[in-house]
Structures are given as structure tokens and as C-alpha cells.
């Protein structure tokens, strides 16, 4: 158990870390197309988290990713990331305890998993909007997770360092 | 050397006076330096040389220095003025670019003055795979609402504002599965309405549903907004077709539309911030 400022410490990092990941995005990956698609990192970060931190943590950081994310980048729904990251971080969080151990298959396997659930809503939510679009969407989900998984690796590393500083007497 | 001088300092006086004759009348007799003077001068010699060397070094030194110094402030000074000038040249082009949209614009604005445009730049692409959107450099300081419409420097609608900041706006492009909006063939005035499909989005296109089951479209044919219930203005380019087909009920048809705007590489819009709604 963290002391209370070594939890605003930690968050602070994990605040930090998540903000590099915003610039590389921005900056860089936004600009490479591969495969018809751009690699998209904010899932994985969701995913990352999850299974550091747990579900619980992991879902309510997850949420405040959702929000920043929705406040950036525009969507089927205004809300579309806020409502989506918290079942990412949960089921990133509920893979390490009770799957695998926290580690870089299980951000693999978790970053799997977000972008399932986050396509998936996608495309339930353009089903309701009367333009389903499975096969796309289906399409769309392989080649954005087959780009983004060589990225999984780094996250992995940055976000465990975070970790590991954090919970030194863990 | 008093005793010396008291006993032989007559001698001596002597001696001198006698050399110095003799020196003066070599001097006098000889067409070349006296010898006295050329042992002197040969003596002295390679020192002169040697001093000649060195003052010349000296002043090589410092002349180099002073070249070295002027050299390099007039370097820093004509590379500032290059950078300068390369920054005109840049401004140059940009003006040039932005004097060729101008142009453009000139003439959509002579065809429809109901027009109010505002010109904006395009900062950021698309920035997820499920959306195809644009974000521009001005927002509501130039009055850009949402729903604006925003179109190339020819007319050709790129696609719809759909959120606003301060400095910034997102522009949802015409391919973007949240487009829907009415839509007219130009040839043969059929109606229906142009929207976005995410299974069109990643090849760039959108579809033109509620056509007439017989409506005779043919590849290449304009369609254009509509207009009709006011929300966008009309007669805005929205693309051609490239292939018409019979949807699943096969009560009516369905068309695939390019856009006419090149979404991939547009740099400049113009967003309509107000126009006549048409009746």
C-alpha cells in the first residue's frame, strides 16, 4: 500500500509517461500510413495500465484517458472513448490477474482485446446508425492492431519503468 | 687605468686619430662601404634577417587575423542575409499559393456573392482510422460555426465543421461516415442523399442512396448539394459518380461518388460562414 503522496507521485508519472505517448502520436504516428492505416496508440495505453495497475486503477485511469482522448479527436459519438476505456483498462486489468502475468505477451494479449472492443463498438455503433459496415470494421481492426502491436513493446517498457520506480518495496 | 692613460694616453690618441685617417681615407679611396662598416653590416646581418623574419610573421599574424576576423563577420552577415532571403523566398511562395487560391476563390465568389467565405489552412489530417476529418487554424474569432460548409478554392465541397475552438476548428470530410446531406445529380436533377460509408471511407468515396430504381446515371455525371431544407447552401460540388447500383430492396438505386475535392493533399479552404438560403 502507497502512502498518499506516493500514489500522486506515481499518477503523476503515469500522467507523464501517457503524455510522451500523446507527442509520439501526434508528432509522429499520426503521419505514417501502413497497410491503409495509421497506428493508433490510445487503446494500447488503456490496455498497458490495466494490467500494471489492476482493474480497478487501471479502469479509472483508463476513464480519464477516454475523456482526454474524446476532448481530441472526433468520433460516431462525443463520448465514444470515455464510454469504451474503462472496459479496455478492466479487461486489461482482469487478463493480468487471472490469465497472465503482467508482462509483454499480456500487453500484447490486452492491447488484442481493447482493439476488439473498441472496433467492435465502432461498428455497433455505426450499425445504429443504419451504415453497418462489419466486414470493414472487422478489416479495419486487423490491420490497426497487426500495426500498432510492434509499438506495444515500448509502451510496455515505459509504463513498467513507471511501475518499477513506483512500487520499489512491492 | 689613470696610470694607464697618464703613460701611454698620448699613444693611444694617437693610434686612434691614425686609424681613424686611415679609415676615412679607405672610405674616401673605396667605391664600396668602408670596412669598418661592412664587417659591421655583415655581422649584423642575419640578425636584420632574422628580425625581418619575425616582424614579418608578426604581421602575417595579425594581418591574418584581422582578414580571419573580417572574414567571418562578413560571413555571419551574408548568411544572415541569405536566411533572410530565403525566408522571402519562402513567404514568396506561400503568397503566391495563397494568391493562386485567391484567384479561385475570386471566381466562385463572382458566381455566388451570397457567399460569405472565410479562408483557413489545414493543420491536421485524419487522426484515427474511423474518421476522416481535418482541423484548420480558425474558429469562432472568424465566426466559423458548426455545420459550416467548407470547400477547395473551385467550389468542390470537402466536407462539414463539426466542432469549434477558439483558433481551431475539425472538419468532418464529405467521405466521413457521419456525412448526410441532400444531394442533386447536375445532368438529370434526381434527388437523394450523399453519405458517408465506412466501407467507402478507406478508398476515399461515398454513396448517393435514394435514387430512382430506373434513374439513368452514367460514370462521371455531377452531383451537387442540393440545398433543399436549408441547412447547406446549394449548387456545392460534391463529387461524380463512378458506379450506380440497385440497393437490397431493389426499389431503388444507390451510387458510388469521388469526391471532387482532392482531400489527400488540400492545404487551403474556405470555410461559408453564411449564404442565402435558396427556397
Known amino acids: ?170 | 687605468m689613470k696610470n694607464f692613460l697618464k703613460g701611454h694616453g698620448l699613444w693611444v690618441l694617437f693610434a686612434a686619430a691614425v686609424i681613424a685617417v686611415a679609415l676615412a681615407v679607405m672610405s674616401f679611396l673605396s667605391t664600396t662601404s668602408s670596412p669598418l662598416a661592412n664587417v659591421a653590416g655583415v655581422l649584423s646581418s642575419p640578425f636584420r634577417s632574422a628580425y625581418t623574419a619575425v616582424a614579418t610573421w608578426f604581421n602575417d599574424k595579425q594581418n591574418y587575423y584581422k582578414d580571419t576576423t573580417a572574414l567571418e563577420e562578413e560571413n555571419a552577415e551574408l548568411r544572415q542575409q541569405i536566411a533572410k532571403m530565403e525566408a522571402q523566398i519562402r513567404q514568396a511562395q506561400d503568397d503566391s499559393e495563397e494568391n493562386a487560391f485567391l484567384r479561385d476563390l475570386l471566381g466562385l465568389q463572382t458566381q455566388r456573392r451570397d457567399f460569405v467565405f472565410e479562408n483557413a489552412r489545414v493543420t491536421e489530417r485524419s487522426v484515427s482510422n474511423w474518421a476522416s476529418s481535418l482541423t484548420l487554424d480558425k474558429g469562432t474569432n472568424y465566426d466559423i460555426a458548426v455545420n459550416d460548409c467548407v470547400v477547395d478554392a473551385t467550389g468542390n465541397l470537402v466536407g462539414i465543421v463539426s466542432e469549434v475552438g477558439y483558433n481551431w476548428c475539425t472538419v468532418l470530410t464529405v467521405v466521413d461516415t457521419s456525412t448526410s446531406m441532400g444531394a442533386q445529380v447536375f445532368r438529370t436533377k434526381d434527388l437523394g442523399v450523399a453519405v458517408g460509408d465506412f466501407s467507402l471511407m478507406g478508398d476515399g468515396r461515398l454513396r448517393m442512396d435514394y435514387l430512382p430504381a430506373d434513374c439513368q446515371l452514367l460514370g462521371g455525371d455531377l452531383v451537387v448539394t442540393s440545398g433543399l431544407g436549408g441547412y447547406y447552401p446549394s449548387g456545392l460540388v460534391i463529387g461524380s459518380v463512378e458506379e450506380v447500383q440497385k440497393d437490397d430492396s431493389g426499389a431503388s438505386s444507390y451510387a458510388v461518388l469521388v469526391p471532387e475535392a482532392d482531400l489527400d493533399s488540400l492545404t487551403e479552404v474556405a470555410v461559408i460562414k453564411s449564404f442565402d438560403i435558396v427556397s
Open chain 1, 1 to 170: 500500500m502507497l502512502a498518499r503522496n506516493e500514489t500522486i507521485f506515481k499518477w503523476c508519472l503515469y500522467g507523464a509517461a501517457t503524455f510522451l505517448c500523446f507527442l509520439a502520436q501526434g508528432a509522429v504516428f499520426q503521419r505514417i500510413t501502413l497497410w491503409g492505416v495509421i497506428p493508433f496508440l490510445y487503446p494500447v495505453l488503456a490496455a498497458v495500465v490495466g494490467t500494471l495497475e489492476g482493474p480497478l486503477a487501471g479502469s479509472i485511469y483508463a476513464l480519464a484517458l477516454g475523456v482526454v482522448c474524446d476532448s481530441l479527436l472526433p468520433d460516431i459519438i462525443p463520448c465514444f472513448y470515455t464510454l469504451i476505456f474503462p472496459l479496455v483498462g478492466l479487461c486489461g486489468g482482469l487478463i493480468a490477474k487471472g490469465l497472465l502475468s503482467a508482462g509483454f505477451i499480456c500487453s500484447l494479449v490486452s492491447s488484442a482485446a481493447a482493439f476488439l472492443l473498441t472496433d467492435s463498438f465502432h461498428c455497433l455503433l455505426l450499425w445504429a446508425n443504419q451504415s453497418a459496415a462489419w466486414e470493414a470494421g472487422a478489416w479495419t481492426m486487423v490491420r490497426e492492431f497487426c500495426v500498432t502491436a510492434v509499438l506495444v513493446i515500448p509502451v510496455t517498457l515505459l509504463f513498467q519503468a513507471v511501475f518499477r520506480k513506483t512500487h520499489v518495496y512491492d
